[in-house]
Structure formats: structure tokens, C-alpha cells
């Protein structure tokens, strides 16, 4: 199947700092890349919706100045969660659909553990 | 809006039992349904799907059928394994629009030799 990678896998970074995530489709391209959020044992909560060359849709209650997102290529979507806090500490996952196939199937990265310190 | 509703767990089984994870869900038009399974640490991983209903999907001994009737979709398999631990996770789709997911809170499922 379809490989979607996620970048990097852990990052610890201090307060008030900014972190970069990338989410690469390896082998399709994918003009619409998901984000989503995970608090520990509880579920993936969608933040965005990123759309290849035009500006993400965020879910309500996300706030789009503080976790940016940049989808210029149509393998590349990345979040940025700037000015990083404790409390934005969590699981990150992205997921992207191979348009090439009929298949209603999303594709999910490894995920990303954020750690604010 | 739409929304999945699955067991609470966790679970706790032996090896070689039955299992059962219930999922219901809401959705205002005719989606796609799904279970996906993410092992520790790591992302999630399509199980099985069903995209109209009465289909039943199947992979590595898990089935689902989707029951447009009773607006469910469980997960069952007839032995589990230990290497089943994992979390579950019940999710819908939209086959119109951005086709984002919509996922239940997830059961955590654990097999004791």
C-alpha cells in the first residue's frame, strides 16, 4: 500500500520555542494531507485539513496561528507548532489519501511525540 | 455532526478467546466505515473496512459487517492472540467532500498468554 512518512518520530523542545513536523507521501501524491492530535489514551482528535496550495481548513477550537500549516507540494505538508508549550505536549499524526485510486483508504505516519519542557 | 461511538475498555482477554468490540455511529449520509489498529508508539494501521452496507470486511481473522439497520459496525475475531495487543479504533467517512475521518475514542486491548 501507500507509504506516508512522518517526521521526526520524537522532539523535546523547550518553552516558547517552534517546531517544524513533516508529513511526505512517498509514493502518490496527496493534494489533501489530515492532521491530527492525540492526548494519551484517548482518540485522534482532527485539527486540519491541509490542502495543496491553498490555506488549511481547521477544525473549531484550533488555533491556526499557533499550529501552521504549509502544504506546497504535493508530497509535503508540514505543521508548525510555534510558541510551544507544556500543555501542547502530545501525539501527532498525519494521514493523506492516494487520489490516484479509487480506494476510500487514508494512510497514516508514524506519528510524532511532542514533548514541551 | 457525525460521530462513532465504541466500547469503553480496556480489555482484558486470554489467549484463544472470542473478542468483541463493539462500534456504533451517526452520520447523515451513507459512509465508509473502518477499524483501524495502532500498536505502541506507533501510527495507525488500516484492519479492515466496508464501504456499503452488508459488506463485511475481513483481514488477519478480524471481521466487521456493516449494519446500516442497527448503525453498527463490530469488530469480532473467533482467537486472539497475543500479538493482537493493540489499541482499536472504530472511524467513519464521508465518500463526498474532504472524505476526513471521524474516529471512536478507541478500545485498548490486551492478550494474556
Known amino acids: 500500500g501507500a507509504v506516508v512518512s512522518q517526521h521526526p518520530s520524537r522532539v523535546i523542545c523547550k518553552s516558547g520555542t517552534s517546531v517544524k513536523i513533516e508529513c511526505r507521501s512517498l509514493?502518490?501524491?496527496?493534494?489533501?494531507m489530515f492532521w491530527y492530535r492525540q492526548f494519551p489514551k484517548q482518540s485522534l482528535m482532527l485539527m486540519a485539513t491541509?490542502?495543496?496550495?491553498?490555506?488549511?481548513?481547521?477544525e473549531q477550537g484550533v488555533e491556526k496561528d499557533k499550529f501552521l500549516i504549509n502544504h506546497a507540494s504535493l508530497t509535503l505538508s508540514t505543521l508548525t507548532v510555534t510558541s510551544a508549550h507544556p500543555e501542547d505536549s502530545s501525539f501527532y499524526i498525519c494521514?493523506?489519501?492516494?487520489?490516484?485510486?479509487?480506494?476510500?483508504?487514508?494512510?497514516f505516519g508514524q506519528g510524532t511525540r511532542l514533548t514541551v519542557v | 455532526g457525525d460521530s462513532v461511538t465504541q466500547m469503553e475498555g480496556p480489555v482484558t482477554l486470554s489467549e484463544e478467546a472470542f473478542l468483541t468490540i463493539n462500534c456504533t455511529y451517526t452520520a447523515t449520509g451513507y459512509p465508509s466505515l473502518f477499524w483501524y489498529v495502532q500498536y505502541p508508539g506507533e501510527g495507525l494501521q488500516l484492519l479492515l473496512k466496508a464501504t456499503k452496507a452488508d459488506d463485511k470486511g475481513s483481514n488477519k481473522g478480524f471481521e466487521a459487517t456493516y449494519r446500516k439497520e442497527t448503525t453498527s459496525f463490530h469488530l469480532e475475531k473467533g482467537s486472539v492472540q497475543v500479538s493482537d495487543s493493540a489499541v482499536y479504533f472504530c472511524a467513519l467517512s464521508e465518500k463526498k467532500g474532504a472524505q476526513k475521518l471521524v474516529f471512536g475514542q478507541g478500545t485498548r486491548l490486551t492478550i494474556n498468554p
Open positions: 494521514s493523506a489519501r492516494d487520489p490516484g485510486t479509487a480506494d476510500t483508504e487514508a494512510f
Open positions: 491541509s490542502n495543496e496550495g491553498s490555506k488549511a481548513t481547521y
Open positions: 509514493d502518490f501524491q496527496a493534494t489533501t
